[in-house]
């Protein structure tokens, strides 16, 4: 069973950075995904990145590009997301989630979630 961590949500004004770690417990097999997710109040969630473990592949969101920058640290089963040019309506709960391929849709595991805040 893989838990997940996540850490580093905060307040931030715009224009500020912020960098959400997700750690992984429990995991023992290099391959499948991490992925970020987020959902603003009154929302559905949505997709914001994701990774590969074994190649490191990203993928990021249109409203993320060039912004946000997805990483991760095999050695400590950790993923990172360096947010940069934040603003308001980056406001959510951001979510880590991990599957176990890369050929799948679903995430099997989830995180519980970090709010992060960005004031105009």
């Known amino acids: 069973q893989v838990q997940l961590a996540e850490s580093g949500g905060g307040l931030v004004q715009a224009g500020g950075s912020l960098r959400l770690s997700c750690a992984a417990s429990?995991?023992?097999?290099?391959?499948?995904?991490m992925g970020w997710f987020r959902q603003a109040p009154g929302k559905e969630r949505e997709f914001v990145s994701s990774i590969t473990w074994f190649s490191g592949v990203t993928d990021y969101a249109d409203p993320v590009k060039g912004r946000f920058t997805v990483s991760r640290d095999n050695a400590k089963n950790t993923v990172y997301l360096q947010m940069n040019g934040l603003k308001p309506e980056d406001t959510a709960i951001y979510y880590c989630?991990?599957?176990?391929?890369?050929?799948?849709?679903?995430?099997?595991?989830w995180g519980q979630g970090t709010q992060v805040t960005v004031s105009s």
């Open positions: 429990g995991r023992t097999f290099s391959g499948g995904a």
């Open positions: 989630a991990d599957k176990l391929s890369t050929y799948q849709r679903q995430y099997n595991y």
